[in-house]
């Protein structure tokens, strides 16, 4: 009900808007999350309005893997939906087999992230980030670099693109790196994951949704001899969180102590801001699906659930004089961990990792596909 | 919507009502042992052993406003709908997210505003903390500034009233990582940590503030933890226990802490507040 009444407000004002502008109305086609009535809408950047017609060209285009130098590597190479957009590595490989520094974080309700990266605090908005993929050098990931013209003029010949970027961005009906760009980060942004046994217990009232052994775990998640939640909280189990209609702009780094001295291949916040307190320090993950995108922590390093509970119980694996505060070690049963992992397992959303509308849109003998590397 | 309604309203009403109303802001400065906060300043001298600390976070829930008559009555403050203001509740905001505080949020509020009856005040009087109606709800759905994932605990604890965090300079590595103040209701019984309560928490652990002479045209309210913790050591922590002292009951670290908030805590009475004060 409210999502319908929400919709039809926001066409009259997107047709209101477009007919003045000169726009043709179907590029503008509503778009509205299939989001429970529980869940806040996103905030979306103003030069990247969401349109169904986008987000589908986003889709074909995060498959493609034309958009790397050598048409090996795609977005979906390193975010694969049957791990809910994680590819199951320690780190990211890209183009020539290069290994990355950090693990594919994954994908789903990027849209409420203020910040799309481990440890860069100005990466703010999905459209910037679609950059570092395409053309960062260190580590090459899709080695785009410098072929941008040969890439995208490839791309104009195809006949889906032809149509397609002509649907989604009728007054700049090309790809090029505006288009290419505001089309990924709005499919990025469609990747919504609000239906796990956990939410069906916890907003939809299906008292059963949950094991016992994952109500157990849900107590003690919450409770203060673990400290979870402190840092793994809210609605997507971080303490990262923009919404639509709200003034705050919330992001959480920490440093959990997994290193004395974090390496230099992957130091932490400080690589962007030179401060000796962000040594070590990096974005809160959400732990929605976290059970199907092992590994874990920022390089990878841990493999298993089991294997950060430990981590953490233990108050940080090797410590650092930045370590968080609320990191401080616990004693827990075998049965209490087990509980745990149980509560953990109940944040799999398997719609996600399943839905048609977020799935591989090209046939198998498809030239965006073909050569395409799969994690 | 609602402001375009409030002013139709106001439009249709006689001039002639019975109390007209004044404006009221009233406004506060943080301080850490007497020194401004700044996220990235310094403190000297703090706790019982007179450690130096940096300042990571500072915001705390302010409801209930009201003003008081020379005669002591008390008249509503009736608060200003705004980002940091909602339904008699305010969010207080010294820190700006910058330098130690950068898990924090940008935007800061230092001063309630809102309209009185017209009439001659003396005093102010309100409570730190969120009202139980509006202390145990769904954060995710909750109208700002009750949305702040940093000033929640879980459904059954509700908000965070006060989160001063202190993290001593020279923290020992195998010791506790800082010292860290949060105000909130104990001891609310529900049926999971994720179901709020349908009674009032058996420690609400409201803070009743009011200062009899005050005048907010000319002095302010300044909020310093020092006082506060001047018995706890900044460096320390109790095993087991909440880093600094989080309201819970098993927690030592907060035998000398809360009587000072004028709170009531275990079996120790509850002193003058010491949070606040006028100047």
Redesign the interface.
Known sequence: MRSAARSAAVSVILSGLLSGAGFALDAAEAYDWPLPD???RPSVPEDNPMSAAKVELGRHLFYDARLSGDGTVACASCHDQGRAFTDGRQVAVGIHGTHGKLNAPSLANVAYLPVNSWAN?HMTSLEFQALVPLFGEAPDEMGATGQEARIFATLAEDPYYAQAFAQAFPQQPRPELFTVTRALGAFQRSLMSFDSAYDRF?YGGELDALSDAA?RG??LF????F?C?HCH???LFT?N?K?E??????????NTGLYADYPVSAPG?IEFTA?P??AG?FRTPSLRNVAVTAPYMHDGSIPDLRGVLAHYAKGGRE?H?N??????G?TATEAEIADLIAFLESLTDKRLLTNPDHADPWPKDHPARLKRAQP | MKLALQAALAALLPATAAFADQDVKINFAAEIGGHPFACDATFTDIGSTGAAVRGTDFRLYVSDVAMIAADGTRNPVTLTESAFQHDGVALLDFEDGSAACANGTAPLNTQLAGTAAEGSYTGVAFNVGVPFEMNHGDPTTAPTPLNLTSMFWNWRGGYKFVRIDMVPTDKAASGPKGWFLHLGSTMCKSGGKTDAPAAPCKNPNLMAVSFDGFDPAKQTLVIDPAPVVAEADMRSNTPQTSPGCMSFLNDPDCDTVMTKLGLPFKDIAAGEQQLIAVR
């Open positions: 529980w869940m806040p605090p916890k109500k849900e107590q919450f409770d203060h001899r400290e939640y909280q809210g609605v303490d969180f919404r209609g709200s003034p705050w702009v919330e992001t959480g780094f920490h916040r401060e307190g962000d320090l410590g004089s370590q968080d505060g609320m990191i401080v616990f």
